[in-house]
């Protein structure tokens, strides 16, 4: 089992910033891929970033390249989202996911663990 408890979320203007994290327990994590999904309301969830805790690497959702960055901390368990010069369409519910795997996936259905998520609202 892994747990994920997300935090940082909130209220923010076009161009603004925000950090997300994701504080991860439970089982050994080195071979855990580690992601953030954002909900826009009456949306799918959608793939927004995600990182090898084992090596690493990342991917991101074109709409986000070059604003947000995923890292992460190893020695806390813990994913970060940084999300730089927000826009209104950002607006979402933001989840924190785990894959059993070292590979990443963008797909929903590829992650095994999900955080309960925080709003994030970007007014214009």
């Known amino acids: 089992q892994v747990q994920l408890v997300e935090s940082g979320g909130g209220l923010v203007q076009a161009g603004g910033s925000l950090r997300l994290s994701c504080a991860a327990s439970?089982?050994?994590?080195?071979?855990?891929?580690m992601a953030w999904f954002g909900q826009a309301p009456g949306k799918d969830r959608e793939f927004v970033a995600a990182?090898?805790?084992?090596?690493?690497?990342?991917a991101y959702a074109d709409s986000v390249k070059g604003r947000f960055t995923i890292s992460r901390d190893n020695t806390k368990n813990t994913v970060y989202l940084q999300m730089n010069n927000l826009k209104p369409e950002d607006t979402a519910v933001y989840y924190c996911?785990?894959?059993?795997?070292?590979?990443?996936?963008?797909?929903?259905?590829?992650?095994?663990?999900w955080g309960r998520g925080t709003q994030v609202t970007v007014s214009s």
């Open positions: 990182i090898t805790l084992s090596g690493g690497s990342t």
């Open positions: 996911a785990a894959r059993l795997s070292r590979n990443i996936r963008v797909g929903i259905v590829n992650y095994d663990y």
């Open positions: 439970g089982r050994t994590l080195s071979d855990v891929t």
